[in-house]
């Protein structure tokens, strides 16, 4: 809908969010009034109406089994929208060739109309749920052509929230100006016997029911206690013993009728058990992230002891790289184990194995600097660059020896579409080409790593970093 109507209206972006507003609700309506609902927006040279969104009921058959998203209706084909848009009154529609147009609803925004609902719909089966759902529809098509709906509130999740948010054929109930509920459909009997309701619902008043639910004595929050008296327009969730489900109220109003609201209702039992699974399932990866950063960490330190006592120099030098690089892949696990999901925030990583790496190092006199954002990596790849940046460092440390100076590393990030730029550059006295990646462990390791692991490219090369400097660059490209 908001290309279209960038594209070919005149609409405000204020008047877009409004009509997108709108479109998360409308199944609402279209369930209601088993009827198909058609945006129409006007064209920006007044020419007609073109058809931006487009939903079928769930309740019924539908009446347009086509696509119309795009199509165009010249000005006087359906005098229905015309007059619609035009007096700012609900026009009853005729048939036409192939569609019979119920209504032609125009939709109200601070006072002005800014575009049309088209309802097209047959003649539903007659009886009491029917009736009930018609009545509701008309109500809110009314409440649509007024500016009352939709009403966009802190407390009012609409059809998002925390899912599990209640739709037409989940449960419905009228609720009177008392609070008492004058029809309740047999879907939201049923969750309220879940609920551990044992007395028919109608004719009984909905807050205290849910009252009743309350056995624990704990208070109920204000938005519970004003939805279930059809005080506001919002979503909450009402808990029995062993199940739950998420209620949603809509006062209702017309002119010339008696107030009513309209209450939807959703058994969410097994979505809240499923959310807990999760939640559980949670707890026990970053648990096992954090054992795992804490066994590397104690491998890494007994290393360092080995390291110690060890009288060959070579075999020290051996052993304190492996415990740096127990300790690199320990500092990913270390971040797993504080943040959900399956992702790590790599800039924090480079930042901390580039540091750990330094401070492993012999040489004190080493200034680096990180320029660009890594971002958001998978944790698979984000342990294979941590090892990557982590040896590439550590051979610019090893080898770079560029006189009086401080050795400088920077290492740069560019993103190109999808793909990953890094470059580890420093002044050192550069490197030996054609590099054989086999002729030290580092070089291997990280060949191995960037080809294999990441699937990417890596290339050495000279680089004048000063008038009588020369360096090497690495790039590195996944």
């Not at 066994?295 to 009288?311: C, E, H, I, K, M």
Request: net charge negative; aromatic share 4%.
């Amino acid at each position: 809908m908001p290309d279209i109507a960038a594209q070919r209206t005149d609409l405000t972006p204020a008047d877009i969010d409004y009509l997108q507003l709108l479109l998360t609700d409308w199944t609402l309506i279209a369930d209601l009034a088993f009827a198909d609902l058609l945006l129409w927006l006007p064209t920006w040279n007044e020419a007609g109406f073109i058809a931006a969104a487009q939903i079928r009921p769930t309740t019924g058959r539908t009446h347009i089994p086509e696509d119309l998203i795009g199509h165009f209706a010249p000005r006087g084909r359906h005098a229905e929208l015309d007059r619609a848009f035009a007096t700012g009154e609900i026009c009853l529609g005729a048939s036409t060739a192939k569609h019979e147009l119920t209504q032609a609803i125009p939709i109200r925004r601070d006072g002005e109309v800014i575009a049309l609902i088209g309802r097209y719909s047959g003649n539903p089966t007659a009886g009491r749920l029917e009736e009930v759902y018609t009545l509701c529809a008309d109500d809110l098509i009314h409440m649509v052509a007024s500016g009352e709906f939709p009403r966009h509130t802190d407390n009012d999740q609409g059809t998002g929230g925390r899912g599990g948010a209640p739709r037409v054929g989940d449960g419905l109930m009228l609720l009177d100006s008392d609070g008492r509920i004058t029809f309740a459909s047999p879907n939201a009997r049923s969750a309220f016997r879940r609920l551990g309701v044992a007395i028919d619902i109608e004719n009984q008043v909905l807050a205290d029911i849910v009252s009743s639910l309350n056995r624990h004595g704990v208070p109920i929050n204000d938005t519970l206690s004003l939805v279930v008296r059809g005080r506001i327009q919002a979503t909450s969730e009402v808990q029995g013993q062993q199940s739950s489900a998420t209620v949603r109220s809509i006062p209702l109003s017309r002119p010339k009728t008696q107030p009513h609201t309209l209450m939807l209702i959703r058994d969410v039992t097994d979505i809240r058990r499923r959310e807990q699974a999760l939640v559980g399932k949670d707890a026990a990866i970053r648990e096992i992230h954090h054992r795992v950063k804490n066994n590397l960490q104690t491998v890494a330190s007994l290393l360092r002891l080995q390291g110690r006592r060890l009288p060959d120099e070579a075999s020290r030098n051996a052993i304190a790289e492996a415990g740096r690089r127990v300790a690199t892949i320990a500092v990913v696990h270390d971040l797993l184990a504080h943040n959900p999901g399956a992702s790590v925030d790599f800039d924090e990583v480079a930042h901390r194995v580039v540091s750990l790496t330094i401070e492993t190092s012999l040489n004190s006199q080493v200034r680096t600097s990180i320029q660009g954002k890594f971002g958001v990596l998978p944790s698979d790849q984000a342990t294979t660059m941590a090892l990557v940046v982590a040896e590439l460092v550590a051979n610019s440390v090893e080898h770079g020896s560029p006189g009086q100076n401080a050795l400088v590393v920077v290492i740069e990030v560019d993103h190109v579409d999808e793909r990953h730029h890094v470059t580890v550059t420093d002044n050192g006295p550069g490197i030996e080409l054609p590099v054989d990646p086999s002729r030290g462990l580092g070089l291997a390791i990280v060949s191995t790593l960037v080809t294999e692991e990441l699937q990417g490219t890596i290339t050495f090369e000279h680089v004048d970093s000063a008038a009588t400097l020369r360096g090497t660059r690495v790039t590195v490209g996944f």
